[in-house]
């Protein structure tokens, strides 16, 4: 007979090898769909545009869709706080739902 901790850890365990065995193969398709999009955007897409894939000027047009389409994902994701316009951190809150504005001097003052 189990002690009730061993049991009741031996029963918690299972959903965590669930978990793993889910993750695993999720990460097995994110890896399968990144070598295809990498071998379309550096292989086929500079061939029939008549570029060479490592050309300097393919570089640096990639690196460059590919900054603007994480800066996109990150300002449009859901969740996300908005960059107060005043200069103020976003991150930093009163715990009553209004930004700090850290004054020069020590000073904190509530925004509205």
Same mark, same amino acid.
């Given at each position: 007979?189990?002690?009730?901790?061993?049991?009741?850890?031996?029963?918690?365990?299972?959903?965590?090898?669930? $978990?793993?065995?889910?993750?695993?193969?999720? +990460?097995?398709? @994110?890896?399968?769909?990144?070598?295809?999009?990498?071998?379309?955007?550096?292989?086929?897409? #500079?061939?029939?545009?008549?570029?060479?894939?490592?050309? #300097?000027?393919? $570089?640096?047009?990639?690196?460059? +869709?590919? *900054? $603007?389409?994480?800066?996109?994902?990150?300002?449009?994701? #859901?969740?996300?706080?908005? @960059?107060?316009?005043? *200069?103020?951190?976003?991150?930093?809150?009163?715990?009553?739902?209004?930004?700090?504005?850290?004054? #020069?001097?020590?000073?904190?003052?509530?925004?509205?």
């Amino acid at each position: 007979m189990l002690h009730p901790r061993a049991r009741t850890m031996l029963l918690l365990s299972i959903p965590a090898v669930l $978990i793993g065995i889910a993750s695993s193969l999720l +990460l097995i398709v @994110v890896m399968k769909i990144a070598a295809v999009l990498q071998h379309l955007l550096w292989r086929n897409l #500079p061939a029939t545009f008549g570029v060479a894939f490592d050309s #300097p000027f393919w $570089i640096i047009l990639m690196l460059t +869709l590919t *900054g $603007i389409a994480v800066g996109l994902v990150i300002r449009y994701s #859901p969740g996300q706080r908005t @960059v107060n316009r005043r *200069g103020g951190s976003p991150f930093t809150s009163t715990g009553t739902g209004h930004c700090v504005n850290y004054r #020069p001097g020590g000073r904190r003052e509530p925004r509205p």
